[in-house]
T-cell receptor
């Protein structure tokens, strides 16, 4: 079946620190991978995505590379800001199996302190 | 362009009562999804509408949950009777027919059953 496992939180970092949030997946087909972010009081927003192996998704200084050999899609940012404080969700969809709903990880809360 | 909206933002009810959640997708989006996040766990898929038809309702937990999308526009999710374990955040998302992989989420409805 399809599932996503992501790093447990919460994560607290100082401003300008390097961020990594680990995400691994299992899938029956050829999934697309996503990172969603939920800022306080808001809905989920798509942060970045990758649709095939070795693709790199990037947005707002965040990056994640689709690694088929390690079934991973780790989120990274070189220098976090206070405004990056949010909950981050790793997710996959597996259109090859005919279902285009998303499978999510548990979410990782990030707090960036000045 | 207005995003996905959900109403109410919060609902507190007693066990055994009925609650109806509403979702208005982005105008013109044929696909509408309901998800739920219970007690800080992963966000789980509930069901998927294509226009007014239920495409996939495999995630609906039991027959106390009823979703409708009359006319293919907004959708409602009714919980009757509500149980304590139904507490959580209910998210709605929509996609256009031509971009099924990019789901646009609403802010969610936080439901607390006492």
């Amino acid at each position: 079946g399809n599932s996503v496992t992501q790093m447990e939180g919460p994560v607290t970092l100082s401003e300008e620190a390097f961020l990594t949030i680990n995400c691994t997946y299992t899938a029956t087909g050829y999934p697309s991978l996503f990172w969603y972010v939920q800022y306080p009081g808001e809905g989920l927003q798509l942060l970045l995505k990758a649709t095939k192996a070795d693709d790199k998704g990037s947005n707002k200084g965040f990056e994640a590379t689709y690694r088929k050999e390690t079934t991973s899609f780790h989120l990274e940012k070189g220098s976090v800001q206070v405004s990056d404080s949010a909950v981050y969700f790793c997710a996959l969809s597996d259109l090859w199996t005919g279902a285009n709903n998303l499978f999510f990880g548990t979410g990782t809360r990030l707090t960036v302190i000045p | 362009e207005a995003g996905v909206t959900q109403f109410p933002s919060h609902s507190v009810i007693e066990k055994g009562q009925t609650v109806t959640l509403r979702c208005d997708p982005i105008s013109g989006h044929d696909n509408l999804y309901w998800y739920r996040r219970v007690m800080g766990k992963e966000i789980k898929f509930l069901l998927h509408f294509v226009k007014e038809s239920k495409q996939d309702e495999s995630g609906m937990p039991n027959n106390r949950f009823l979703a409708e999308r009359t006319g293919g526009t907004y959708s409602t999710l009714k919980v009757q009777p509500a149980e304590l374990e139904d507490s959580g955040v209910y998210f709605c998302a929509s996609t256009s027919a031509g971009e099924v992989e990019t789901q646009y989420f609403g802010p969610g409805t936080r439901l607390l059953v006492l």
